[in-house]
Structure formats: structure tokens, C-alpha cells
């Protein structure tokens, strides 16, 4: 939940830093929303293969005490509108430490649960992670609102219209929290021996096929969630000014978070690709009826219809993020036990927990490309056309690709790998 929360917060601070003195355009301001998904989707190349190597404990309490960071330094950067637009770059960036944390709680939570309880087991984790986002989205424009806070972090900045805002609380909020997470990590946390592995055992992962094609699918189920998440507040006040949208922006993560936490018994017993091919035959209708809405936009009801459209995009990549998790353990399982047929059962089982731990980590940080390529994308739409359906046409054409992935490798009758 901390993950997230530091990871997206920019998604609120930048929709308010206009407001109280910062004179960035519109391309600037979806820069700073993007900046946290390119780092935080780097970080976790090498986050998700840190906890074979160093134990799920002590990597947790060390990328849970970073996110300090950005929280604090977020807090003193925002109260000062002639902070260098750099600095807030760097912030932004610095903000992706949450996204690499996430990561490595994934890899770890991998090895501790049986294959017919896996998806359910990292669908949940996955699920109330993602809660962080909604918290946040929730969250910060309530206390940047309020000065619960300002006899530590300061006085309020004053708005045009004469609203009073400490967006220094924005950061601040989180620190009593990591400090207190990253203690429960260290002290109640475990390391497992049958985890451990070197870069080398897992690298193997590159040589697979299926994970280069997993890859892709997860961009396009948990890609787009924290993509869309990213992007909501801002998009939604630039297409539709007249709305107060922060209000409401938490409510499509709250929806994805919850779908993905409890979806994961589901594709359990239904199976990850049937499950899978449907997700992305919904995100394809989605974003049809964005289109219809936006082609409409001067129409009363239009963002009501907008907004309801990106719910159910929030919804269904919900499910797509549990479903495609379940895949990865059931794929690798087949994959050791037919690549090295002279090993024993055992043996293969280990192996391919290794493998396909080392897959959900690196799958997630390819995924979470998407939280800097859809707000980037949306910025540059709105930038060259006025209007984000080139963005929204991009994405229609990647999903059509995953459902047809999905179809001919893993749900058609003679799929290479039916699940």
C-alpha cells in the first residue's frame, strides 16, 4: 500500500501545483505524472531479482526505508514555487523507488503458497497493494486541505481563489508510516532458504519464450491500471475543466485494486488464459466507448459516460492483473517439466518456482512501463491534436494484440500451453 502511494502521489500533486504558484504548461505537468512509472518500471528490472539474492526480509526493509526519500523531500519542494523544475524531475524520479518496492514483495510472496493457491495468494497481495493508490488518490486531497500537521511541516500556501492548501502534507503523510513498516519488515519478516538464487539462475528467464509473451500481456492488464491511474486526474481536468475530478479520481483504482484482490479464486478454478482473453475483450469495449463519449464531449452527460467508461477499464484490468499473475506458475511448470524431462519431481518443482518468481518480477517491471507511456502518451496527444483519441486508438490496437497472444498460445484448442 506504501508502495503505491508514494509511487503515484505526483498523480494528485501535479493537478494542484498550478494552483499555488508553479508555472508549468500542460506538457510539464504530464512529464512529472510520467517520470515516477519510467523509474519506478526500471527499478523493478532489478528489484524483482533481488530477493532470491538477498531474502525477502532484509530487501523489503531496505526498499520500504527509501521510500523516506521522496516523501520528505516532497514535502519541502512543493511549499517553495521556485523550486528548479529539475528538482521536480528528480523528485518524480524518485518517486519510482515505490514501484521497485512492490516488485520484490511480488517475487517474495511467490514461493510461499502452493500452485491451486497462488493466484488467489498474489492476486490478494497485488490487490490491496494497488488499495495504495486509491488511499492515496483519497488521501492527499483531503489533508492537503487541512493543517493537522502544520504546527511540524509549516504554514499553508494560498490559492487565486483564496483556498488555503498545505501540499507539503502530500509527502509528509507517509512518513510515520514507512518508518513503521520498514520495522515490521525487519523484525517480522522471514527469509526462506529454498529462495535463494544468483542474477545467473535466474536469468534463464531471458531464453524463454513465454516470458517475453507474458510480458506483454501483463502491460496490457496491469500496465494499463497503473497507467490509467496515473493519468485520470490530470486528463480528466484538462477534457473536462468544468469537473472538480480529484474528487472521484480514487475510485477507479479502489475498483481495479478490489477486483484484482478478489478475482484471483476465480481464475483459479476457470483458468488464467479463459479468463484472460475475456479481460481484454472488455478493455477493447472500454476504450470504444472512451472514444464514443469523447466524440460526444459537448453533450450533457458526456463525463459521466467518460468516467463510467474508465471505471470498467479499472475493473476488468483488475481481474486481467490477477488472472495473468495465476498464468506464470502454471506455464513455468510445464515449460521445467518439458525442457528438463530427467530431473525429478522435486527438483522441477523448485526449479520452476525459481523461474517463474523471477518471471512475475520481471513481467510486473515491464508492465509498469505503462505508468509513463500512457500519461506521456495522453500528454503528447493533447499536446499535438487537442484531444487524446490518438492515445486512446494506440491502445485499442495493443489490446487487439493481446487477445489474439492470448487466443493462439494459451486458450485455443491446440494452444501450446492451455491454461
Not at 491451486?116 to 483519497?138: D, H, P, Y
Not at 488555503?164 to 523484525?187: D, Y
Not at 472538480?244 to 478490489?258: M, Q
Amino acid at each position: 500500500v506504501l508502495a503505491f502511494s508514494v509511487w503515484m502521489v505526483w498523480s494528485v500533486v501535479v493537478a494542484r501545483l498550478p494552483q499555488v504558484g508553479f508555472n508549468y504548461n500542460a506538457n510539464q505537468l504530464f512529464w512529472l505524472a510520467a517520470l515516477p512509472g519510467l523509474s519506478g518500471a526500471t527499478l523493478r528490472v532489478f528489484y524483482s531479482f533481488m530477493v532470491p539474492i538477498f531474502g525477502g526480509r532484509r530487501w523489503t526493509a531496505f526498499s520500504t526505508a527509501s521510500l523516506l526519500l521522496p516523501a520528505l523531500w516532497i514535502g519541502f519542494a512543493v511549499r517553495n514555487p521556485d523550486t528548479p523544475y529539475l528538482v521536480m524531475l528528480v523528485l518524480a524520479l524518485l518517486c519510482g523507488f515505490g514501484g521497485g518496492n512492490f516488485a520484490s514483495s511480488m517475487a517474495n510472496i511467490s514461493f510461499f503458497f502452493p500452485k491451486k493457491e497462488k493466484g488467489a495468494a498474489m492476486g490478494l497481495n497485488a490487490g490491496l497493494g494497488n488499495l495504495g493508490v486509491s488511499l492515496m488518490q483519497f488521501l492527499v486531497p483531503l489533508v492537503i486541505t487541512t493543517g493537522v500537521f502544520a504546527f511540524a511541516v509549516g504554514d499553508s500556501q494560498t490559492t487565486a481563489d483564496g483556498e488555503r492548501l498545505w501540499l507539503q502534507n502530500a509527502g509528509f503523510v507517509w512518513v510515520p508510516f514507512i518508518i513503521a513498516a520498514t520495522v515490521a519488515a525487519w523484525f517480522g519478516m522471514n527469509d526462506i532458504a529454498s529462495a535463494k538464487s544468483s542474477f545467473q539462475d535466474q536469468a534463464v528467464i531471458f531464453r524463454r519464450k513465454h516470458n517475453w509473451l507474458m510480458c506483454v500481456l501483463y502491460t496490457g492488464t496491469f500496465g494499463s491500471f497503473i497507467g490509467f491511474a496515473a493519468a485520470f486526474p490530470l486528463l480528466s481536468s484538462h477534457l473536462f475543466p468544468e469537473v472538480d475530478a480529484l474528487k472521484l479520481a480514487f475510485l477507479g483504482p479502489l475498483l481495479g485494486a478490489l477486483s484484482r484482490a478478489f478475482s484471483g479464486g476465480v481464475a483459479d478454478r476457470l483458468g488464467g488464459g479463459r479468463v484472460t482473453f475475456w479481460v481484454f475483450v472488455g478493455m477493447i469495449a472500454g476504450v470504444i466507448g472512451l472514444l464514443w463519449f469523447l466524440d460526444h464531449r459537448d453533450q450533457p452527460g458526456a463525463f459521466v459516460g467518460f468516467f463510467v467508461c474508465f471505471l470498467w477499464l479499472f475493473l476488468v484490468s483488475g481481474v486481467g492483473n490477477s488472472s495473468t499473475f495465476q498464468m506464470v506458475p502454471a506455464i513455468f511448470r510445464h515449460e521445467v517439466a518439458r525442457l528438463m524431462p530427467d530431473q525429478d519431481v522435486r527438483q522441477q518443482q523448485l526449479e520452476s518456482d525459481r523461474e517463474a518468481a523471477a518471471v512475475v518480477g520481471f513481467t510486473s517491471a515491464i508492465a509498469a512501463y505503462g505508468a509513463f507511456f500512457i500519461p506521456k502518451a495522453f500528454g503528447t496527444a493533447l499536446d499535438l491534436t487537442g484531444g487524446a483519441e490518438p492515445a486512446l486508438y494506440g491502445f485499442l490496437l495493443f489490446y487487439v494484440l493481446c487477445l489474439g497472444l492470448t487466443w493462439f498460445y494459451y486458450t485455443r484448442k491446440k494452444a501450446e500451453i492451455p491454461c
